[in-house]
């Protein structure tokens, strides 16, 4: 089955469930009322409709209509041997909804098993039905002449829907048949631009006469800012090329265009060999250009909509880092017993973990703030040489401890020759915490993290490798989203905002520098980072480069 004939499929499933109720309810009063009861019949009345309407809802979130498809047959096989049991057994009017099996999946999937499915469905009612009343006789109600208003409604369904059965081919294609009716006009052009002949295409026409293009008509009703490209697909023609095609935008008459701009699209595809006739067909272009311009107003949606984004980001991060300091204040005062001692070792436990948490939450704000000012524009770096191996040994100091508790190895692996960078110390810094914080949350303990570096030419390369769980190749196009995590069973178990390599990634552009990443799951991550040694040029305030740059970031599985 082709995704279209499954999109289908799923389509022709949920418009049975949710038209079911209509069989559904009059079976339930009519059948089960003189049996269970009103309150119960009552029941089954509201019960039945909601569960098919649950039953759609799940139809239309899956992937595959295959299951839905067994699942509903199931389980009309069982209500179709419940209504025969009900209405007196297989001596009822009742049976005739057995074959509705068959015919509804040969309704669905149009194919010889879903008959085949349903054939066997509808001999398991039967055979239940029987078995029920030879088992449990008392449960067997009484034939009557009401039962056949059952098979009717049914028989109606049918009636609305027959003149559809078997249209297989055109339902797939849906649309499709009238997008191959092309729109469109067939020109014969000089190899000057002069139209030689005019006639409607095949199928259905523009809506206007061919003879107002004859002659030096098609050129005159050209948009002046159009005729440059259409010159130079007749200029390609000329020079031997065998296809030309230009996006222009024809002046109409005002009886077929209404309203002050009389201009719609079109595009001109033409064919020539040997300087001779061009053969030409003009087609409607309205369609693609609206879809651009829904295009455009969406992108510029989304840009103001990051835009208002990252301002709010930045406000609520300001709001909230003059509480967390005087909450990180306060809890280093009661821990330092500076009023008085604590008289119970949990209000020194509490403390430090007020403390601790108040550290994580204005890192994770700072972190926010800093990847708003990136993307803004305005993050402000303060280029500066000094020595390369002087970060790599802060970060090892930092974060030594951290591997340590964790029991994974961190080695330094920086030659002399490394040398001087000129570069933000700080974003430098800030790049090798938060790839070597990375690198020792999601490796194993036991495992490995080094830190390297080497100069080639007139840039730096420096890069964290580990021997952690790695990335999948499908989750590497995520990495280095803002607020974007790769998630798996491993990962699962650890706490963070997604924003470490996104601010990396951003820190990395400002310095017009590349970042890669290669990775294998089980076989570990080296994330790789080239920096220019001498810097980037800056603009004259110094906090913004000169010209716009983008870091590229290279995913390898």
């Given at each position: ?452 570096a080497r100069r080639l030419g007139s840039r730096l390369h420096f890069w964290v490798a580990d021997t952690g769980i790695g990335i999948a190749a499908e989750d590497l196009d995520r990495i280095g989203r803002p607020f974007t995590q790769v998630r798996n069973d491993y990962t699962r178990q650890f706490e963070g905002t997604g924003l470490g390599l996104s601010l990396v990634k951003g820190l990395v552009a400002l310095h017009g520098g590349t970042m890669s990443i290669e990775s294998a799951p089980g076989e570990g991550t080296k994330v790789a980072i080239s920096l220019p040694v001498d810097g980037v040029a800056t603009s004259e305030t110094g906090n913004a480069p000169a010209e716009e740059t983008h870091g590229t970031l290279r995913k390898t599985a």
């Amino acid at each position: 089955m082709t995704a279209a004939d499954d999109r289908l499929a799923k389509r022709r499933l949920v418009g049975i469930l949710l038209l079911s109720p209509v069989l559904l309810v009059p079976a339930a009063a009519l059948l089960a009322g003189p049996r269970v009861g009103v309150p119960v019949a009552s029941a089954l009345c509201l019960l039945l409709p909601a569960l098919a309407w649950i039953g759609a809802l799940a139809v239309a979130g899956a992937r595959s209509v295959r299951p839905g498809e067994i699942a509903v047959l199931g389980a009309g096989a069982l209500l179709c041997a419940a209504m025969i049991l009900l209405a007196g057994g297989p001596a009822s009017p009742m049976l005739i909804l057995a074959a509705a099996l068959p015919v509804e999946g040969a309704w669905v999937a149009r194919s010889r098993n879903a008959v085949l499915s349903g054939v066997a469905a509808a001999a398991g009612a039967l055979a239940a039905a029987v078995l029920a009343g030879f088992a449990w006789p008392q449960a067997a109600g009484t034939v009557s002449v009401l039962h056949w208003s059952i098979p009717a409604l049914y028989a109606l369904t049918l009636a609305a829907r027959f003149p559809r059965f078997g249209r297989r081919g055109e339902e797939r294609q849906g649309g499709d048949v009238s997008a191959v009716r092309c729109v469109g006009m067939a020109l014969t052009m000089a190899p000057g631009g002069d139209v030689l002949e005019a006639a409607d295409g095949i199928h259905a026409p523009l809506g206007f006469s061919a003879a107002l293009l004859l002659g030096q008509g098609l050129f005159d009703r050209i948009h002046v800012g159009d005729r440059v490209a259409f010159l130079r697909a007749l200029d390609a023609l000329r020079a031997g090329e065998r296809y030309g095609r230009a996006e222009v935008r024809l002046r109409l008459p005002d009886d077929v265009v209404l309203g002050a701009d009389s201009f719609r699209p079109f595009v001109l595809e033409a064919f020539g060999a040997d300087g001779g006739p061009i053969a030409a067909q003009l087609h409607d272009n309205s369609e693609v250009v609206a879809l651009r311009t829904a295009l455009a107003r969406a992108e510029e949606r989304t840009e103001s909509i990051d835009i208002a984004k990252g301002r709010f980001l930045a406000a609520v991060s300001h709001e909230l880092r003059t509480p967390l300091n005087a909450i990180i204040g306060f809890s280093d005062i009661l821990l330092h017993e500076m009023f008085g001692g604590f008289t119970d070792a949990r209000q020194r436990e509490y403390s430090q973990l007020i403390k601790d948490a108040g550290h994580h939450l204005l890192s994770v704000v700072n972190a926010i703030l800093d990847v708003s000012k990136i993307e803004a524009g305005s993050y402000p770096i303060q280029p500066e040489s000094f020595a390369f191996a002087d970060a790599v040994e802060m970060c090892n100091a930092m974060m030594a401890l951290q591997a340590q508790k964790k029991g994974v190895d961190l080695r330094v692996q920086i030659p002399r020759t490394v040398g001087e960078v000129v570069a933000d110390r700080r974003a430098v810094q800030q790049i090798l915490i938060n790839l070597v914080a990375n690198a020792i949350k999601f490796t194993p303990e036991s495992g490995s993290v080094v830190i390297g570096a080497r100069r080639l030419g007139s840039r730096l390369h420096f890069w964290v490798a580990d021997t952690g769980i790695g990335i999948a190749a499908e989750d590497l196009d995520r990495i280095g989203r803002p607020f974007t995590q790769v998630r798996n069973d491993y990962t699962r178990q650890f706490e963070g905002t997604g924003l470490g390599l996104s601010l990396v990634k951003g820190l990395v552009a400002l310095h017009g520098g590349t970042m890669s990443i290669e990775s294998a799951p089980g076989e570990g991550t080296k994330v790789a980072i080239s920096l220019p040694v001498d810097g980037v040029a800056t603009s004259e305030t110094g906090n913004a480069p000169a010209e716009e740059t983008h870091g590229t970031l290279r995913k390898t599985a």
